[in-house]
Nanobody, 130 residues
Framework: QLQLVESGGGLVQPGGSLKLSCAAS????????IGWFRQAPGKEREGVSC????????HYADSVKGRFTISRDNAKNTVYLQMNALEPEDTAVYYC???????????????????????WGQGTQVTVSS
């Protein structure tokens, strides 16, 4: 069974940092594009960042560009999202997802579309508040 498990969420003050992890079980992440998405109450799920299987291509939403960094450690079967300079607007449940069917095109100018990812984690809450 393909599973993704997110961790690293929590409560942080504005300007603080968190590092989210996305670990896979039941499959090897190295073959798949991985995306980080978030959903705030009353809002649609949006793409935050995604990374190609090789790690050579990434995309960031404009709202997080320069503050968030996506990376992958294929040896550890894990993808990370380093989040710096967090703002209250970043408060949401964060999900990682894998594209096991090869639909996603990861490029600097190509948004991360939730519909292109088919294996999802359960989410981790990130709350930015003073």
């Amino acid at each position: 069974q393909l599973q993704l498990v997110e961790s690293g969420g929590g409560l942080v003050q504005p300007g603080g940092s968190l590092k989210l992890s996305c670990a896979a079980s039941g499959f090897t992440l190295r073959y798949y594009a991985i995306g980080w998405f978030r959903q705030a109450p009353g809002k649609e799920r949006e793409g935050v960042s995604c990374i190609s299987s090789s790690g050579g291509s990434t995309h960031y939403a404009d709202s997080v560009k320069g503050r968030f960094t996506i990376s992958r450690d294929n040896a550890k079967n894990t993808v990370y999202l380093q989040m710096n300079a967090l703002e209250p607007e970043d408060t949401a449940v964060y999900y990682c997802a894998a594209d096991s069917e090869g639909h996603a095109v990861v490029a600097t100018l190509s948004p991360c579309w939730p519909s292109e990812y088919d294996v999802w984690g359960q989410g981790t809450q990130v709350t930015v508040s003073s």
